[in-house]
């Protein structure tokens, strides 16, 4: 589990090919006091670490990691937001993240509004089906509030959120240009609290947003 606050980007040494599914990933010194064994979320995906060293860890992917995700498109020196698993003990400064990416998204749009970035993204169903205005969604990894949220007739959605100077120096959302394709989870209390209420017929006409709740 995730809080979906990004310590740290990686610079990719090693992808997978050659018959060993791994990515090699160099980090800031000392980053993270990972051990073999635990989960680190690269770009909002939850990975095993099976090397460890003081500047980087290797992470191995399997099959299907890569075909749900935007993983298989990164390369040799491309930069990857990081998070250590989450300690209960500690602070909660995002939302709970599974670390389990429900779809891919594309970037439509990246423009500036003063000290701040906005993104609008386009969601596919799975994932369009839970979100709401104020509501959250991890985007590679990164949790970031929804602004708003407009439905398409196919069940997609387009949405907005907004990131401060912070997050895009911290996180790999600086480098976003529209057609970029991102790793999208969403709200998991949503997911479940649809699984639950489907049975009795609850939820399964998702309704409209106008982006203001309404």
Known sequence: MFAGIVTAKGRLEEVPGSGRNRFQ????????????????????????????????????VMPETLRRTTLPGLAIGDWVNLEQALQLQGAVGGHMVTGHV?????????????????????????VARHCVPQGSIAVDGCSLTLVSVEDHEDLAATLEV?????????????????????????DVIAKLVER???????????????GNGR
């Open 25 to 60: 990933i160099a980090h800031p010194l000392g980053w993270g006091g990972l051990s073999v064994g635990d989960s680190v979320a690269v770009n909002g995906c939850c990975l095993t670490a099976v090397e460890v060293a003081a500047a980087g860890v290797g992470v191995e």
């Open 102 to 126: 429900d779809a891919v998204g594309e970037v439509l749009s990246v423009r500036d509004e003063g000290n701040a970035l906005w993104l609008t993204l386009r969601a596919p169903q799975p």
């Open 162 to 186: 907004s990131l401060i100077p912070h997050t895009v120096a911290a996180t790999v959302a600086g480098g976003y240009r529209s057609g970029a394709l991102v790793n999208l989870e969403s």
């Open 196 to 210: 639950l209420v489907g049975p009795y017929g609850i939820g399964r006409e998702r309704p409209r947003s106008d």
